[in-house]
């Protein structure tokens, strides 16, 4: 009885309710409840079932009531799906007589281009519906690295520009054009892109249809070629010269040359400089026809034979972002030395006075013994002092200025073995001082030219050259002083107030900065220094025309003479600046002799050497030793 009663359920009880006899449809229905509303998604709309139904269903245990249950809620979530999609159909395919298949997005262009040339790409929008388009946008991409020619189509410099079209009647057919100037390197292909975005009249669906085009340079805008041996010996030094000329008919602007060294190669210097390391130059705008070199010098190393390969990239570098106009590579063979030479040095870039060490790297790459080895360096150039010159177990020869090592003074070359090597120590120290008596005594250097050679080839090897030979170039770096000097008692500019200083009342102090250099041009030359926050600047400086600022805010100053000559202070007048500054001092500096400008430093650039150059002096008080007519005592603050 039990089983018959649930499976009786709650539909059956309900209807012996719904029929009783007696009762009130009032009584039968009940008083009416409200439920708060729930809004639901049309994506996920709900079917309700009565929670007390489903109960029962379920504790009646009963597998055939459960299924039922189920049965009804997957069947309502299909009917859905089905509507949706039916009405989905019916809107864009079916019975609404309108289509995408209705609506047509093309693009004509080049298929082909040399590189620099005016591209036009056509993009047509056809409207083949019995229905208007409407909130319609064309968005045209241009090829990457791409110049738009103006107008509407460039906007902010941008390769991506959005047009609205408005209303496209039924049965219509748009045309817009795009123009640009398109690089890229030679057999690269660039892409063109269009996007149509539109929603049918009545409708709130927004619909998309896209397209591409591509275009194939067929020749660079910009011709780039690199000229360097063909072959050549480990270390031996040579050029490679990276000539461009451009063929584009626009300006190829903010430019740039980027160059890939082997691993294995030395950079020395370039003409032009780098901008950017030893790699980028940055080239600004390049005119059509205008034509351009950069020759690069330095050295390849390596024991073994070697192919290495140069390349040469003419474009435009925006972080990791870079359109190639034009490229090239060169490759070079490079062959070991059989008597194998080489040099290692901490630094090239040697200072006056420092104490030099240069190792000097032998090898026999021969595969038989050789006798009677020499090996002979020849220094030139006034950037060592001969007299300090030692060598391991070396001879200085002075008619030639060479070092020189022979199996007599170094017995290991009496016999070499194949594969046989070793290590060879070249010291000496740099003049502390270069007599400098025009503007010619600049620059100052020395060369190591190095050969390592037998008096007799071995046997097999007639007539070869199985010497080994390399160069070492070191540059001396300039000697700039910065003197820093103050003064009350100066006459170009005197200073005032009460000396000894008195506490609340102003005294100004006049300061002099002053640039001696030696032997190079420095560049980029900045002075910089710091007043205290108690120190008033008082705007006088001599001359009138010095490049001097100061920021209130910070109490920075500031001095940009820019370019320091060689020779500033020896044969030209030193680089020189004079300023004034106040002191009104406060009780607690009695007794005491206040700083008025902070430490000075110096910072700019050898334009021989490359290298950083600084120099500072410590901060300056009161205490102004330099003053001639100072007493002792002026410089400490009293009430």
């Not at 046989?420 to 007599?435: A, I, K, Q």
Request: charged share 25%.
């Amino acid at each position: 009885m039990l089983a018959n009663n649930n499976e009786e359920g709650a539909i059956a009880r309900l209807k012996k309710r719904l029929y009783r006899r007696g009762e009130e449809f009032g009584e039968r229905t009940g008083d009416p409840e409200l439920r708060e509303y729930i809004p639901h998604s049309q994506e996920s709309w709900p079917v309700e079932v009565p929670e007390e139904e489903i109960e029962e269903a379920l504790s009646a245990g009963s597998a055939k009531s459960r299924s039922r249950v189920l049965l009804i809620v997957l069947g309502a979530v299909l009917f859905l799906a089905i509507s949706g999609a039916a009405a989905v159909w019916y809107l864009l395919g079916g019975f609404g007589g309108i289509s995408p298949s209705d609506i047509s997005l093309t693009i004509e262009g080049p298929a082909e281009l040399a590189g620099g040339d005016l591209a036009e790409w056509r993009v047509f929008i056809e409207n083949r519906s019995d229905k208007a388009l409407e909130s319609t946008d064309l968005v045209f991409n241009y090829p990457d690295g791409s110049r738009p020619l103006g107008g509407e189509n460039k906007t902010a410099n941008t390769l991506r520009v959005r047009k609205n079209l408005g209303r496209i009647a039924p049965k219509a057919r748009v045309e817009e054009r795009f123009r640009a100037f398109l690089f890229g390197d030679k057999d690269a292909f660039v892409e063109a892109a269009a996007s149509l975005e539109y929603r049918f009249e009545g409708s709130n669906v927004i619909l998309a249809r896209d397209k591409k085009i591509s275009t194939k340079i067929t020749r660079s805008p910009v011709v780039v070629s690199i000229a360097a041996p063909q072959a050549l010996n480990s270390g031996d030094s040579f050029e490679v010269k990276v000539e461009f000329v451009s063929e584009a008919k626009d300006i190829l602007a903010d430019s740039m040359l980027e160059m890939e060294y082997p691993d294995n190669f030395e950079f020395d210097k370039a003409s032009p400089r780098p901008t950017e390391g030893s790699t980028r130059w940055l080239l600004g705008d390049i005119k059509p026809g205008e034509r351009r070199t950069i020759t690069i010098t330095g050295a390849l190393h390596s024991q073994e034979y070697a192919e290495e390969t140069f390349r040469a990239f003419l474009g435009t570098f925006e972080g990791a972002n870079r359109m190639i106009f034009g490229s090239d590579s060169a490759t070079v063979s490079l062959a070991r030395q059989f008597l194998d030479l080489s040099f290692q040095a901490v630094n090239q870039v040697i200072k006056t006075g420092q104490n030099v060490n240069v190792k000097v790297l032998w090898k026999n790459n021969l595969p038989v013994a050789v006798e009677n080895a020499v090996l002979k360096i020849v220094l030139t150039g006034l950037g060592y002092d001969p007299k300090t010159l030692i060598g391991d177990s070396g001879s200085f020869v002075t008619a030639d200025n060479a070092m020189r090592w022979s199996p007599a003074s170094y017995p290991p070359f009496a016999f070499v073995e194949p594969g046989e090597e070793g290590v060879l120590n070249l010291n000496f120290s740099v003049p502390r001082f270069f007599e400098i008596k025009s503007s010619d005594d600049s620059n100052f250097g020395l060369r190591l030219a190095g050969e390592f050679g037998v008096p007799v080839n071995p046997l097999g090897f007639g007539g070869v050259d199985v010497a080994g030979k390399r160069t070492l170039d070191m540059k001396v770096e300039t000697d700039i002083q910065f003197l820093r000097e103050g003064f009350y008692h100066f006459p170009a500019l005197p200073g005032s107030g009460p000396l000894p200083p008195k506490v609340g009342r102003e005294t100004v102090y006049t300061v002099v900065w002053s640039l001696v250099n030696s032997t190079n041009d420095v560049k980029n030359v900045a002075v910089s220094a710091t007043l205290p926050q108690y120190m008033i600047w008082k705007g006088a400086v001599r001359p009138d025309e010095a490049k001097i600022t100061y920021d209130n805010l910070t109490g920075k100053i500031e001095w940009k003479p820019d370019l320091l000559r060689a020779g500033s202070g020896v044969i030209r007048p030193a680089e020189e600046v004079i300023f004034q500054v106040g002191l009104v001092a406060a009780p607690a500096d009695i007794d005491r002799s206040p700083v008025i400008v902070s430490e000075a430093v110096v910072n700019g650039i050898d334009d021989w050497t490359g290298s950083g150059v600084r120099a500072s002096e410590p901060a300056l008080t009161t205490d102004l030793r330099n003053d001639p007519r100072f007493k002792q005592g002026d410089g400490v603050v009293v009430p």
